[in-house]
């Protein structure tokens, strides 16, 4: 059992509210009550002032507001003691159950009464009747049927649909009665069976986590968000929403480091939390959830996981309780929605849906025409401008710090995760660092492969090194660069403690070519190379669904036709008649230039845009949409970026025209 579930269980188990509890008194009694303490009051004060007897004191405040109420002068009128008979009023009113009958003398001695044996909690009026539950209400079960329901009826169609289903429809509550009822109950019960389990959790009690008694680098926490913006492909760049892999400390709210990806998966959060490591040190705890790029073979094998080699124990949350990530789910919202609402592109949910599909259509033209839109930014740009979103939050106050005086300001504030973990350095925190050179070993994804014949097969890639010729039939560690597929480390697999570890360097292993590729394919390019071919494969099932719909819509049912038997009738044949021709001189129209090679039209449109044709035109678009043609046009010193600027200010012409 959770900490959270046993503290909920424990405040659970507490014992119910006592007979005395129950009955406190709601707003209409206390007031009822508090106005009859003031009226006792002051008969006592009458009796004390005026020197009168208790029934003396009761008549006379029933004669002086009686006249009150009619305007005309009360007894005490003039007296240095003179009562306030419009507060008295006011109470008088309140005191009683029914204020059209007054107080009467006989009422006025009830309330002594009742004072002086059972206290002044005696004087609020009783409950004229006892309520019924709404849970036991006759109909309320068989109405909670057709109400509790996901796809969240209204009273009235409930209530229809309840009706309907009843032999006697006359047995059916109101419209009043039931939302009489619905509003008696609980802000939970209400929403039960219409909201699911997880929906319901945000409206239940929960437990807040401390952190004060954590130390930097105890806890890092981190999540995936795919960015709410699109910017340019880092490969095709057409338009497309990044993943953003945060790593934040959990003790000083610092993002320790982040990480921008095409997808979330291992090697996203493997370099996320590459940087947190070697630029704020090696965490204790790492707190994830529970997706596949958290939950996998790099990060949890016994011999080959990062976790294991690093010495992080890892922690997962309890699956669909995003509440118990808050701190990066409030990250999320701080640094990654801004920013993304800060580019043109945004596609967010609260983006005006007219904004949205201009900018949508803007870009795919774009694309479709030059190869590249302006509203995209590039990936390189747009990795800086993440570096400076994380660098203003961490110098920022943040609400869940501790405060402290500003030295400048002289107002107490709250902390930035910057200077909070310097404020724990200054207390001589130190993190556990790794240099540059442990951490491409200790970061270095490891697989475990058997040696054949001083040979290692990894990712269709075979790598060879005479060093492992005492190893063939054994099994090693074998560390591998995801950017670079040329050689891979070789280790043995040594036991420590009970666990099985990455162990002597026994040789960096070169690629040596195999039966399928002749080039080595590094983990990254593998990993794209599947993507495209599993999209591939759905596009051809798209395009197979379309061509069965075209077939049965080709194959309909011709009509016979009659057909006419008509006799030919005979041909006169013209007189011919011979003429002199005369040579007439035709004007010769100029030769179409021919280009061999889009590379060459390429050309000749940067030195002479005005003679491209509108066919020409079409052909250098559809290059600029190609990374094939775009590469040889680098290749062969076209200046791109100059071309697309050419056909742009074409089209900008035709339009002013």
């Known amino acids: 059992m959770s900490a959270q579930s046993a503290l909920v269980q424990k405040q659970a188990e507490k014992p119910l509210a006592t007979d005395g509890e129950k009955t406190t008194p709601n707003a209409r009694q206390s007031a009822m009550m508090q106005a009859r303490l003031a009226i006792l009051s002051e008969i006592e004060r009458r009796v004390i002032v005026h020197e009168l007897s208790r029934r003396q004191a009761c008549l006379q405040l029933i004669s002086d507001l009686s006249l009150y109420g009619k305007g005309l002068a009360t007894s005490d009128a003039g007296h240095m003691h003179e009562a306030d008979y419009s507060a008295l009023a006011q109470m008088a009113a309140t005191a009683v159950d029914r204020p059209k009958m007054g107080m009467s003398l006989r009422t006025l001695y009830n309330w002594f009464e ?103 680098g105890s806890v890092y926490t981190a999540d995936g968000k795919t960015f709410e913006a699109e910017i340019a492909h880092l490969l095709t760049g057409h338009p497309f929403r990044p993943e953003l892999t945060p790593v934040l400390d959990v003790a000083t709210r610092k993002c320790v480091g982040f ?17 947190a490591a070697c630029e704020s040190g090696i965490p204790a705890i790492f707190y994830v959830d529970n997706g596949p790029g958290y939950k996998n073979k790099t990060h949890d094998a016994d011999v080959t996981g990062m976790m294991g080699r690093l010495g992080i124990t890892k922690m997962h949350s309890i699956a669909y309780n995003s509440q118990a990530r808050g701190i990066i789910e409030r990250f999320h919202r701080s640094v990654w929605t801004p920013l993304a609402k800060s580019l043109p592109t945004y596609i967010g949910e609260d983006m005006d849906r007219e904004a949205r599909k201009r900018s949508y259509q803007k870009t795919r033209k774009e694309i479709a025409e030059f190869g590249s839109s302006s509203s995209l930014m590039e990936w390189d740009d747009f990795v800086h401008l993440c570096k400076e979103a994380v660098e203003r939050y961490n110098n920022q106050p943040h609400s869940g710090l501790p405060k402290f005086r500003d030295p400048e300001s002289g107002r107490k504030r709250h902390m930035s995760p910057n200077e909070c973990w310097q404020s724990h350095v200054a207390q001589g925190f130190e993190p556990v660092t790794v240099t540059p050179d442990e951490a491409d070993e200790l970061f270095r994804p490891h697989v475990i492969r058997t040696v054949q014949r001083c040979l290692i097969n990894w990712n269709t890639n075979t790598y060879f090194h005479m060093g492992l010729e005492q190893y063939n039939g054994i099994k090693v560690a074998v560390g591998v660069d995801v950017k670079d597929g040329s050689r891979v480390w070789v280790r043995e697999i040594d036991k420590f403690d009970g666990n099985e570890l990455p162990g002597r360097l026994i040789c960096v292993a070169e690629f040596a070519g195999n039966e399928t590729r002749y080039v080595p ?114 290749l062969s010193n076209i200046d791109v970026d100059a071309l697309r600027d050419t056909l742009r200010s074409d089209i900008s012409t035709h339009k002013n025209q």
């Open 521 to 634: 394919k590094s983990y990254e390019d593998a990993a794209i190379e599947n993507r495209a071919k599993a999209q591939l494969r759905l596009i051809g099932k798209k395009v197979e669904r379309v061509e069965d719909q075209l077939r049965g819509s080709r194959l309909l049912e011709a009509t016979s036709e009659p057909v006419i038997d008509v006799l030919a009738k005979p041909v006169i044949e013209p007189e011919v008649l011979e003429l002199e021709a005369t040579p007439v001189a035709v004007p010769q129209k100029p030769k179409r230039r021919v280009f061999g090679t889009d590379v060459e039209l390429a050309a000749f449109a940067l030195e002479q845009p005005d003679q491209l044709t509108e066919n020409q035109k079409k052909i250098l678009r559809g290059c600029l949409a190609r990374k094939t043609d775009l590469d040889l046009f680098r």
């Open 114 to 216: 009742a004072r002086e044996q059972r206290g002044a909690q005696n004087l609020a009026p009783k409950l004229k009747k006892k309520k019924t539950p709404v849970n036991e209400l006759p109909w309320f079960a068989g109405f909670l049927k057709f109400y509790a329901r996901p796809s969240k009826p209204t009273i009235t169609d409930a209530l229809e649909n309840y009706r309907a289903s009843l032999s006697n429809p006359d047995d059916a509550p109101n419209y009043k009665q039931v939302r009489t009822a619905i509003a008696k109950l609980g802000a939970v019960e209400r929403h039960k069976g219409r909201e699911g389990a997880l929906t319901l959790k945000a409206r239940l009690a929960y437990v807040s986590r401390c952190t004060d008694d954590l130390m930097p």
């Open 259 to 275: 990480s921008v990806s095409l997808k979330e998966n291992c090697i996203a959060v493997a370099d996320a939390l590459r940087v």
